[in-house]
């Protein structure tokens, strides 16, 4: 039996290390690439609204969120945009609309903002990198954040404006319920 030159098994050693090494780097970023799962925690995420400003999820920590993905040519989400918009009026403040359009023209999505005279925050996912994330199934699409950042509610569809309430009821008593 022939045994090996010491830089064969140096080098056999260093591509088995990196082998294992790329092995748990990729089961570990399969686990910080969170899917949007109820009583689990929302995947954070920054996007930009409008003006171009950066906005992250984890900005309203401590706030209840509703993260909505739409697009301007989805009659459902036509539908909605208005009841979102009274949402936001009578919540005054008590809660943070973050409405997602999925990867549209900024223009478009700006004529749409003036049309349906939305003043909730609007941001871009340009690519439709987030809505992949979110691993979303249909729009218009939903999530109501807790005050810890946890999913209380995922609804795919367009809701009412008593859906929409009791959503935002329901997620403000998960985290009051969790609270010491």
Known sequence: MMLMPRRKITLMITLLAVAVFFIFAVAELRGLTMEAVVDRPAPDFTLPDLEGTPVS????????????????????????????????????????????????????????????GITFTVLLDRRDDLARRYQLTGIPESFFIDADGIIRVKWIGPMTLPMMKRFVQETE??????KP
């Not at 539908?79 to 809660?95: A, C, F």
């Not at 008593?173 to 969790?178: D, F, L």
Request: aromatic residues 10%.
């Open 173 to 178: 008593g998960a985290s009051e319920g969790r």
């Open 57 to 116: 999820l984890g900005d309203y920590r401590g706030r209840v969120v509703l993260v909505n993905f739409w697009t301007t040519w989805c009659p459902p989400c036509k539908e909605e945009m208005p009841i979102l918009q009274q949402l936001h009026r009578e919540m005054n403040g008590r809660m943070k609309i973050l409405a997602v359009d999925r990867a549209e023209p900024v223009e478009a999505v700006r004529r749409f903002v003036d049309k349906y």
